[in-house]
């Protein structure tokens, strides 16, 4: 059945390539004669807002410039950086302090209040699933998760997602890839499935837990609002002007390089359905979620503190050291020669990274990686391949300082290590990673 779907889809694309849609769009709506110069000023006024952060304005005005030429794939490949842009901004500015999480004992009272208003998606691999999981949990590999989207309740349908790993960190990244593509109802379970299993030891008298639950249940489902990001109906209510679309189809399937596709030629004879617009953003952003997780190597894109010395005291400038925390935190300390944009407001401040073609890694810095996650998925969306997570974070930094001493000791002394600069005793805590 998948691959007649594949095919039905297959000859839909080339239907649509030769076959304009009704109410075509024509260029004489705009302007009779488009000069080259009109379309470079359009891209440049695209430019100057993309840099300046006002991602809405240049998507709003390489919409415009495909009007006037619409076939021309720079502009394209611009509106899709943009996109990417734009939700990823949203998802980082309305990041709620919780950052999505739900602690164990959060989880063991939203559970007594019923189990039928979650579902569990534990995201580890087969053989971890198989050793231990919490009851009732959905197991997918989170590589491959975007393969298996309609198994997943849609927001509409109140039941909040909650993303199992081992500790967290695989977590993170499906997080905010299922969140900009529309999953408002999606949380990670705090630290991870290790950290339930220590939480389910430790409980010694379940009365109380259950009378702690009942005032903690009003918290949680006042958190568990979801909030949707800009232009974007949810993921279920896929809103095209004729529902038979094949695109439609391609989207649910998770299909979404087809669905790209199928969109495009759509939009290159009929520019003006603002809906149409809607789906391809989405087909756009599932193209990109799709391809950073199932790309995922199993380092999972983090730099030890090791290789990170190693490099540094061969005198090796490889990386550009950026720092997420907030400004207290920095102030507190740091590692030498880093820079500090607090994560989220980074995609306002990507004049400040290193080009896309430059041979600079951007190795990103928090407390303890956690925070550094969303921003490496979305910036590795946007293209930057060149982008680590230090793993473990400036905490595991700072650890590898206090075992220097029996380290000189060992080997020869060892010169030039960039000392923090000041006491880090304070700001955010966050879980460590131990492997997840």
């Known amino acids: 059945m998948a691959r007649n779907l594949g095919n039905f889809l297959t000859l839909a694309l080339m239907f649509l390539v030769v076959l304009p849609c009704q109410d075509s769009w024509s260029t004489s709506q705009v302007t009779a004669n488009p000069t080259r110069s009109d379309i470079s000023n359009l891209i440049l006024k695209a430019d100057q807002s993309f840099v300046s952060g006002k991602f809405e304005d240049s998507q709003q005005t390489l919409r415009d410039a495909l009007k006037l030429s619409p076939y021309n794939k720079m502009i394209w490949s611009r509106y899709k950086q943009t996109v990417l842009a734009r939700v990823g901004n949203d998802y980082l500015v309305t990041m709620p302090e919780n950052r999505y999480r739900l602690s164990p004992a959060d989880l063991v009272c939203a559970l007594s209040g019923g189990a039928k208003n979650y579902y569990l998606l534990d995201v580890r691999e087969k053989k971890e699933f198989a050793t231990g999981h919490i009851q009732g949990s959905a197991n997918i590999p989170f590589r491959e998760v975007f393969n298996h989207l309609d198994q997943l309740p849609q927001p509409e349908s109140k039941r909040t997602i909650v993303i199992i790993c081992q500790t967290q960190h695989r977590a993170n990244h499906v997080l905010v890839a299922l969140r900009e593509l529309g999953y408002s109802n999606t949380r990670t379970l705090r630290n991870g499935y290790s950290n ?241």
């Open 196 to 436: 339930y299993k220590s939480y389910m030891t430790s409980r010694k008298n379940d009365i109380s837990v259950q009378s702690a639950c009942a005032s903690q249940n009003k918290e949680i489902t006042k958190t568990n609002k979801t909030t949707q990001l800009t232009g974007l109906p949810a993921p279920g209510k896929i809103s095209i002007t004729a529902a038979d679309l094949p695109s439609s189809q391609a989207l649910l399937a998770g299909n979404f390089q087809l669905a790209v596709d199928l969109l495009q030629n759509i939009l290159k004879e009929n520019n003006i359905d603002t809906r149409l617009w809607q789906q391809y953003d989405r087909a756009l952003l599932g193209q990109a979620g799709a391809q950073y997780l199932r790309s995922m190597p199993d380092s999972r894109l983090r730099l030890t503190v090791d290789d990170f010395i190693s490099h540094y005291l061969t005198g090796d400038k490889r990386y550009c050291l950026l720092d997420v925390r907030s400004p207290a935190e920095f102030a507190q300390g740091h590692i030498a020669d880093s820079i500090n944009i607090p994560f989220r407001t980074l995609l306002q401040h990507l004049d400040k990274l290193p080009p896309k073609d430059s041979s600079k890694t951007v190795l990103l810095i928090c407390r303890s990686q956690h925070r550094s996650i969303h921003n490496l998925v979305i910036l590795r969306e946007l293209g930057y391949t060149r982008v680590l997570n230090l793993k473990g974070g400036y905490n595991a930094y700072l650890k590898w300082l206090k075992k220097l001493p029996s380290i000189i000791e060992q080997s020869s002394p060892v010169y030039g290590i960039p000392e923090p600069t000041a006491n880090p005793d304070s700001g955010e805590e966050e879980e460590e990673d131990f492997g997840c």
